[in-house]
């Protein structure tokens, strides 16, 4: 075969995998706007009264806040716990950091059948170790759901604020602290801005996972507070309930745009080495403000 037909062969190949990929996705797209009261592929008729249903029944206006809520805490608080971890993995020197490193991933790879049992037996059934316990007040709320998700998320914030802490340059961190700069303003003045990229990236993943997890939050879910995936998953075990294809492409058009936003990730990294620069240089005016008055 001459180069141009390899070419033509792994483009057949590449659009063959994205079919293959984006198929079961997309379809849910058009079923969502038929005019018939269940599922069916192609729609019989287009229309827009499951979009409008998701604004009416309580089953969909009661659940969209909670899974909105849910993401949101969960992002800032695996982001949060993922940065403090990421800065005491990569700038601290101490035995076990590997045993600790690999424990942080284990949501990746633990089945997630066995993180919902024990969430469900922390959370809701609770446990007592001596005059240590806790009672499980925590099930059936959004708290209970948080928490729960950030073990999941806090994986994704962890390694990517690791990997931009690996390329951050150290030279500038010193050189502010050279010139007088505490811990709290060198890392809010530099080493911030550089790591950004990194921060930004972990709490989109965190957003997502939390966004359309259903197997942990069907076990701490209660008839009161449920996210959307877990209502989702039980209209389509009774119904085929074409609401359900709504609010799933919902769900899919937030994904697009919290990935195409990933999209903007690779410009703020341009700018971030030239706003810690120009921190940098800030901070060397000041101290030599300071240097200026005392003399």
Not at 72 to 83: D, F, K, R
Not at 153 to 163: D, H, I, K, M, R
Request: with cysteine.
């Amino acid at each position: 075969m001459t180069t141009r037909s390899w070419q033509w062969l792994w483009r057949a190949c590449a659009v063959l995998t994205a079919a293959i990929l984006l198929a079961p996705i997309l379809v849910v797209v058009p079923m969502s706007f038929t005019n018939s009261s269940t599922l069916a592929f192609p729609p019989e008729g287009l229309s827009l009264r499951w979009y409008a249903e998701l604004l009416t029944n309580p089953q969909w206006t009661l659940r969209i806040p909670v899974s909105v809520e849910t993401a949101l805490a969960t992002a800032v608080l695996a982001t949060l716990l993922g940065t403090l971890a990421a800065l005491g993995m990569t700038r601290g020197n101490f035995p076990g950091r590997g045993l600790l490193t690999a424990l942080f991933l284990a949501p990746l790879v633990v089945p997630i059948i066995d993180l919902a049992v024990g969430d469900y037996f922390v959370w809701a059934l609770g446990w007592q170790v001596g005059p240590v316990g806790f009672g499980g007040s925590l099930a059936g709320t959004v708290p209970g759901l948080v928490l729960a998700h950030t073990v999941l998320a806090f994986p994704f914030p962890f390694l990517t604020v690791s990997t931009s802490l690996t390329t951050v340059d150290r030279t500038l961190e010193l050189a502010a602290a050279g010139l007088g700069a505490n811990p709290w303003k060198t890392f809010q003045k530099i080493t911030l801005p550089l790591i950004r990229t990194g921060v930004i990236t972990g709490a989109i993943f965190a957003f997502l996972t939390s966004w359309d997890e259903v197997v942990v939050a069907s076990f701490l879910a209660s008839p009161r507070v449920s996210t959307v995936p877990v209502q989702i998953f039980t209209e389509l075990r009774q119904s085929y309930d074409p609401a359900a294809a709504a609010i799933s492409s919902v769900l899919l058009a937030a994904a697009v745009v919290l990935v195409g936003l990933l999209a903007l990730i690779p410009l703020l990294a341009r700018r971030a080495y030239g706003r810690s620069t120009d921190n940098l240089a800030e901070i060397v005016s000041g101290e030599r403000g300071v240097l200026a008055a005392s003399s």
